[in-house]
Protein backbone atom coordinates (compact mmCIF):
# COMPACT_ATOMS: atom_id res chain seq x y z
CA UNK A 1 0.00 0.00 0.00
CA UNK A 2 1.85 2.97 -0.78
CA UNK A 3 1.89 6.20 1.65
CA UNK A 4 -0.75 8.04 0.03
CA UNK A 5 -3.58 5.42 0.42
CA UNK A 6 -2.18 4.84 4.08
CA UNK A 7 -2.73 8.61 4.86
CA UNK A 8 -6.13 8.58 3.07
CA UNK A 9 -7.25 5.50 5.30
CA UNK A 10 -5.89 6.87 8.37
CA UNK A 11 -7.93 10.32 8.13
CA UNK A 12 -11.21 9.34 9.46
CA UNK A 13 -9.75 7.75 12.30
CA UNK A 14 -7.46 11.69 13.07
CA UNK A 15 -8.86 13.05 16.33
CA UNK A 16 -10.87 16.40 15.58
CA UNK A 17 -9.97 19.48 17.27
CA UNK A 18 -12.11 20.10 19.93
CA UNK A 19 -15.20 21.84 19.90
CA UNK A 20 -14.18 24.50 22.02
CA UNK A 21 -10.68 25.89 19.79
CA UNK A 22 -12.08 28.24 18.14
CA UNK A 23 -12.82 30.31 20.95
CA UNK A 24 -9.00 30.22 22.60
CA UNK A 25 -8.66 33.13 20.61
CA UNK A 26 -10.59 36.58 20.02
CA UNK A 27 -9.47 38.80 17.04
CA UNK A 28 -9.57 42.43 17.74
CA UNK A 29 -11.60 44.17 15.16
CA UNK A 30 -9.58 47.43 15.33
CA UNK A 31 -6.23 46.24 14.75
CA UNK A 32 -6.62 42.49 13.79
CA UNK A 33 -3.96 41.00 16.73
CA UNK A 34 -4.85 37.61 18.28
CA UNK A 35 -5.80 37.79 21.61
CA UNK A 36 -6.38 34.51 24.17
CA UNK A 37 -10.12 34.47 24.86
CA UNK A 38 -9.62 34.53 28.74
CA UNK A 39 -6.82 37.76 28.34
CA UNK A 40 -9.79 39.45 26.21
CA UNK A 41 -12.37 39.12 29.07
CA UNK A 42 -9.87 39.53 31.63
CA UNK A 43 -8.96 42.64 30.62
CA UNK A 44 -12.73 43.93 29.96
CA UNK A 45 -13.13 43.22 26.50
CA UNK A 46 -10.21 45.86 25.23
CA UNK A 47 -7.40 44.96 23.39
CA UNK A 48 -4.25 45.13 25.65
CA UNK A 49 -1.90 45.98 22.15
CA UNK A 50 -4.47 48.98 20.43
CA UNK A 51 -7.05 49.67 23.74
CA UNK A 52 -10.03 49.20 21.41
CA UNK A 53 -12.89 48.86 23.48
CA UNK A 54 -15.35 45.76 21.96
CA UNK A 55 -18.81 45.45 22.47
CA UNK A 56 -20.76 43.83 25.26
CA UNK A 57 -23.63 43.19 26.01
CA UNK A 58 -26.12 43.35 29.73
CA UNK A 59 -24.28 40.23 31.31
CA UNK A 60 -21.07 41.11 31.00
CA UNK A 61 -21.68 44.99 31.70
CA UNK A 62 -23.44 44.20 34.98
CA UNK A 63 -21.05 41.99 35.87
CA UNK A 64 -18.43 44.85 35.03
CA UNK A 65 -20.27 47.47 36.87
CA UNK A 66 -22.27 46.55 39.58
CA UNK A 67 -21.47 44.59 42.94
CA UNK A 68 -22.54 41.38 43.22
CA UNK A 69 -25.73 40.54 44.21
CA UNK A 70 -27.81 42.33 41.87
CA UNK A 71 -31.07 41.85 40.48
CA UNK A 72 -31.85 41.46 36.48
CA UNK A 73 -35.26 43.00 36.07
CA UNK A 74 -37.88 40.91 34.22
CA UNK A 75 -38.35 42.39 30.77
CA UNK A 76 -41.61 44.32 29.85
CA UNK A 77 -43.84 42.75 28.10
CA UNK A 78 -45.57 44.61 24.81
CA UNK A 79 -47.65 43.55 21.45
CA UNK A 80 -45.18 42.17 19.08
CA UNK A 81 -45.14 42.99 15.25
CA UNK A 82 -47.88 45.36 15.57
CA UNK A 83 -48.06 46.51 12.26
CA UNK A 84 -47.44 43.18 10.47
CA UNK A 85 -44.40 43.97 9.08
CA UNK A 86 -42.46 42.11 6.22
CA UNK A 87 -40.08 43.04 4.28
CA UNK A 88 -37.14 40.09 3.44
CA UNK A 89 -38.26 38.37 6.56
CA UNK A 90 -41.44 38.39 8.48
CA UNK A 91 -40.43 40.38 11.90
CA UNK A 92 -41.47 37.97 13.79
CA UNK A 93 -38.78 35.41 12.52
CA UNK A 94 -36.26 38.27 13.78
CA UNK A 95 -37.39 39.03 16.76
CA UNK A 96 -36.77 34.83 17.20
CA UNK A 97 -33.64 35.09 15.56
CA UNK A 98 -32.10 37.69 17.94
CA UNK A 99 -33.29 36.33 20.89
CA UNK A 100 -32.15 33.08 20.25
CA UNK A 101 -28.56 34.36 19.41
CA UNK A 102 -28.71 36.90 22.71
CA UNK A 103 -30.78 34.78 25.03
CA UNK A 104 -32.09 38.56 26.10
CA UNK A 105 -36.25 39.53 25.08
CA UNK A 106 -35.65 42.56 23.56
CA UNK A 107 -32.54 44.96 23.09
CA UNK A 108 -32.51 47.24 26.84
CA UNK A 109 -32.37 45.12 29.96
CA UNK A 110 -32.39 46.59 33.53
CA UNK A 111 -30.91 45.38 36.87
CA UNK A 112 -30.97 46.72 40.44
CA UNK A 113 -27.90 47.08 42.29
CA UNK A 114 -25.14 48.84 43.22
CA UNK A 115 -21.78 50.05 42.09
CA UNK A 116 -19.52 50.10 45.48
CA UNK A 117 -22.33 50.13 48.13
CA UNK A 118 -24.40 52.98 46.58
CA UNK A 119 -27.88 52.21 45.00
CA UNK A 120 -28.38 52.45 41.23
CA UNK A 121 -30.58 51.11 38.60
CA UNK A 122 -28.46 50.28 35.37
CA UNK A 123 -29.74 49.96 32.02
CA UNK A 124 -27.74 48.45 29.54
CA UNK A 125 -28.51 48.39 25.92
CA UNK A 126 -27.48 45.11 23.70
CA UNK A 127 -26.41 46.46 19.75
CA UNK A 128 -26.19 42.23 19.11
CA UNK A 129 -29.94 42.39 19.15
CA UNK A 130 -31.32 43.98 16.46
CA UNK A 131 -28.22 46.63 16.46
CA UNK A 132 -29.99 47.90 19.65
CA UNK A 133 -32.48 48.96 17.89
CA UNK A 134 -35.31 51.42 19.95
CA UNK A 135 -38.65 49.62 19.65
CA UNK A 136 -41.85 49.39 21.99
CA UNK A 137 -39.75 46.54 24.28
CA UNK A 138 -36.94 49.28 24.48
CA UNK A 139 -38.96 52.17 25.68
CA UNK A 140 -40.91 49.91 27.89
CA UNK A 141 -37.50 48.94 29.26
CA UNK A 142 -36.81 52.55 29.76
CA UNK A 143 -39.70 53.59 31.68
CA UNK A 144 -39.10 50.25 33.68
CA UNK A 145 -35.80 51.67 34.52
CA UNK A 146 -37.00 55.08 35.62
CA UNK A 147 -39.94 53.82 37.29
CA UNK A 148 -37.23 51.34 39.20
CA UNK A 149 -34.92 54.34 40.15
CA UNK A 150 -37.55 56.17 41.91
CA UNK A 151 -39.04 53.88 43.50
CA UNK A 152 -35.84 52.72 45.43
CA UNK A 153 -34.33 56.71 45.15
CA UNK A 154 -31.40 55.48 43.23
CA UNK A 155 -30.11 57.46 40.36
CA UNK A 156 -30.78 55.87 36.64
CA UNK A 157 -27.41 54.89 34.77
CA UNK A 158 -28.03 53.61 30.84
CA UNK A 159 -25.17 52.24 28.91
CA UNK A 160 -26.62 53.28 25.17
CA UNK A 161 -25.57 51.05 22.19
CA UNK A 162 -28.14 51.63 19.22
CA UNK A 163 -28.32 52.02 15.70
CA UNK A 164 -31.30 54.01 16.15
CA UNK A 165 -35.14 53.46 15.79
CA UNK A 166 -36.67 49.78 15.22
CA UNK A 167 -37.60 50.80 11.09
CA UNK A 168 -39.69 47.11 11.89
CA UNK A 169 -42.08 48.92 14.35
CA UNK A 170 -42.73 52.51 12.12
CA UNK A 171 -44.29 55.79 14.10
CA UNK A 172 -44.34 53.61 17.13
CA UNK A 173 -40.38 53.07 17.57
CA UNK A 174 -40.23 57.11 16.89
CA UNK A 175 -43.04 57.84 19.58
CA UNK A 176 -40.61 56.00 22.03
CA UNK A 177 -38.47 59.27 21.94
CA UNK A 178 -41.19 61.50 23.48
CA UNK A 179 -41.99 59.18 26.02
CA UNK A 180 -38.20 58.50 27.84
CA UNK A 181 -38.02 62.24 27.87
CA UNK A 182 -41.72 62.04 29.70
CA UNK A 183 -39.53 59.48 31.97
CA UNK A 184 -36.61 61.54 32.61
CA UNK A 185 -38.48 64.67 33.72
CA UNK A 186 -40.22 61.72 36.05
CA UNK A 187 -36.96 60.94 37.46
CA UNK A 188 -35.71 64.72 37.37
CA UNK A 189 -38.80 65.33 39.91
CA UNK A 190 -37.73 62.93 41.99
CA UNK A 191 -34.84 64.60 42.56
CA UNK A 192 -32.79 61.75 41.07
CA UNK A 193 -30.03 61.98 38.61
CA UNK A 194 -29.87 60.23 35.20
CA UNK A 195 -26.42 59.35 34.07
CA UNK A 196 -25.72 58.27 30.34
CA UNK A 197 -22.89 56.16 29.20
CA UNK A 198 -22.20 56.53 24.85
CA UNK A 199 -20.89 53.17 23.74
CA UNK A 200 -19.87 52.04 20.66
CA UNK A 201 -22.18 53.10 18.27
CA UNK A 202 -24.79 55.02 19.65
CA UNK A 203 -26.45 56.53 16.66
CA UNK A 204 -30.02 57.34 14.65
CA UNK A 205 -32.57 58.23 17.27
CA UNK A 206 -31.73 56.91 20.57
CA UNK A 207 -29.02 59.66 20.28
CA UNK A 208 -31.62 62.03 19.54
CA UNK A 209 -33.23 61.31 22.65
CA UNK A 210 -32.47 60.07 25.57
CA UNK A 211 -28.74 58.93 25.07
CA UNK A 212 -28.00 62.77 24.76
CA UNK A 213 -30.20 64.27 27.81
CA UNK A 214 -28.19 62.52 30.26
CA UNK A 215 -26.97 65.13 33.49
CA UNK A 216 -23.89 63.46 32.98
CA UNK A 217 -22.69 62.59 29.64
CA UNK A 218 -19.81 59.60 29.02
CA UNK A 219 -18.27 57.80 26.89
CA UNK A 220 -15.93 55.28 25.93
CA UNK A 221 -12.84 55.80 24.13
CA UNK A 222 -13.45 56.29 20.65
CA UNK A 223 -17.19 55.41 20.40
CA UNK A 224 -19.24 56.38 17.65
CA UNK A 225 -21.57 59.07 18.56
CA UNK A 226 -24.05 60.75 16.22
CA UNK A 227 -27.24 60.71 14.62
CA UNK A 228 -27.22 60.44 10.57
CA UNK A 229 -23.80 58.54 8.85
CA UNK A 230 -21.08 60.36 7.94
CA UNK A 231 -21.49 59.54 4.22
CA UNK A 232 -25.36 60.50 4.14
CA UNK A 233 -23.57 64.17 6.18
CA UNK A 234 -20.93 64.64 3.34
CA UNK A 235 -23.81 64.22 0.54
CA UNK A 236 -25.71 66.59 2.30
CA UNK A 237 -23.50 69.57 3.01
CA UNK A 238 -20.89 68.33 -0.14
CA UNK A 239 -17.89 69.10 2.49
CA UNK A 240 -15.36 66.80 3.83
CA UNK A 241 -15.76 66.09 7.29
CA UNK A 242 -13.26 66.47 10.03
CA UNK A 243 -10.74 63.30 11.20
CA UNK A 244 -12.25 61.42 13.92
CA UNK A 245 -15.74 63.50 13.44
CA UNK A 246 -18.43 61.43 15.90
CA UNK A 247 -16.33 59.88 17.76
CA UNK A 248 -16.03 60.12 21.34
CA UNK A 249 -12.75 62.46 21.61
CA UNK A 250 -14.35 64.95 19.16
CA UNK A 251 -17.66 65.28 20.95
CA UNK A 252 -15.28 65.78 23.85
CA UNK A 253 -13.39 68.64 22.66
CA UNK A 254 -16.83 70.29 21.19
CA UNK A 255 -18.14 70.66 24.49
CA UNK A 256 -21.03 67.52 23.16
CA UNK A 257 -20.41 65.19 26.27
CA UNK A 258 -18.78 65.73 29.46
CA UNK A 259 -15.86 62.75 29.75
CA UNK A 260 -14.24 60.23 27.74
CA UNK A 261 -13.63 57.45 30.29
CA UNK A 262 -11.63 54.18 30.08
CA UNK A 263 -13.39 50.80 30.56
CA UNK A 264 -11.11 50.33 33.28
CA UNK A 265 -11.76 53.40 35.27
CA UNK A 266 -16.03 53.39 34.38
CA UNK A 267 -17.07 51.82 37.47
CA UNK A 268 -14.78 54.17 39.83
CA UNK A 269 -16.30 57.18 37.85
CA UNK A 270 -19.75 56.07 37.96
CA UNK A 271 -19.82 55.46 41.61
CA UNK A 272 -18.41 59.16 42.30
CA UNK A 273 -20.62 60.75 39.59
CA UNK A 274 -23.25 58.67 41.33
CA UNK A 275 -22.52 59.80 44.64
CA UNK A 276 -22.04 63.42 43.98
CA UNK A 277 -25.18 63.90 42.14
CA UNK A 278 -27.35 62.11 44.98
CA UNK A 279 -29.64 64.26 46.84
CA UNK A 280 -28.76 65.24 49.85
CA UNK A 281 -29.99 63.28 52.79
CA UNK A 282 -32.13 65.51 55.85
CA UNK A 283 -30.16 65.60 58.42
Request: net charge neutral; charged share 20%; hydrophobic share 40%.
Amino acid sequence: MSWINRVRNAIPFIPKRSEGADTLWHKCGSCGQMIFTREWEENLSVCPKCDHHGRIGPKARFDQLLDPGFVVLPTPTVREDPLKFRDSKKYTDRIKAARTATGETDALINARGAIDAKPVVLGVQDFAYMGGSMGMGVGAAFVQGIEEAIAHNAPYVICTAAGGARMQEGILSLMQMPRATAAIQKLHAAGLPYIVVLTDPTTGGVTASYAMLGDIQIAEPNALIGFAGQRVIENTIREKLPEGFQRAEYLLAHGMIDMVVHRRDLRATLANVADYLRPAQAA
